[in-house]
């Protein structure tokens, strides 16, 4: 027997709609740095950091279309995945009562996590630009530990309101 999962519409909130203008504005703000920088930086530029955040990979300045293309399918992606959410692995039963409390916490995730990558790879764009022109190129040493904590707190946050509204 298998068991269908209810099938909800879930209206896009308020709260939906400020996460993608700010994540629309990220991705604007890429493709500005990325424009700018094709035409202020020389060939050569920093495109890999170690983890201690210091540049340890020199490259192409066409490494400057990544971020801005790779944002926008990430935030195509997962706007289009945000419509389906009876299809994603929940951590508790999908049941009617539950379901579309559940679906709006999963949606609100995967929200959060467009708008915060997006301004990730804003930063990272514009750290590339700046780092670019300076002698000892770094990221500085707290950029990875304070990534994985955004990341990871956003989906800790998210599972535990997941498990409260069972």
């Known amino acids: 027997m ?13 709260q939906a709609r ?5 994540a629309i504005a990220g ?17 050569t530029i ?6 201690d955040g210091k ?3 020199w490259g192409s300045k066409n490494v400057l279309w990544l971020f801005p293309i790779l944002s926008l399918f990430i935030y195509g992606m997962l706007t289009i995945l945000t419509r389906y959410p009876h299809t994603f692995n929940y951590a508790v039963p999908i049941t009617e009562e539950n379901a579309l409390r559940q679906y709006q916490i ?11 990558m997006v301004w990730l790879f804003t930063y990272i764009e514009w750290q590339i630009f700046y780092l ?8 500085g040493i707290w950029f990875l530990p304070i990534t994985l904590i955004i990341i990871f707190g956003t989906v800790a ?3 535990t309101q997941s498990f409260l509204a069972r």
């Open 2 to 14: 298998s068991y269908q999962r209810p099938v909800i519409l879930i209206p896009q909130s308020q």
């Open 18 to 22: 400020m996460l993608n203008w700010i």
């Open 27 to 43: 991705i604007v703000a890429l493709f500005a740095i990325a424009i700018h920088a094709w035409f202020a930086l020389p060939e």
């Open 46 to 51: 920093p495109i890999h950091f170690g983890f």
């Open 55 to 57: 540049a340890n990979g």
């Open 106 to 116: 999963a949606c609100s995730m995967l929200n959060w996590l467009k708008t915060e």
């Open 132 to 139: 670019a022109t300076t002698e000892n190129p770094s990221l």
């Open 157 to 159: 946050y998210w599972l």
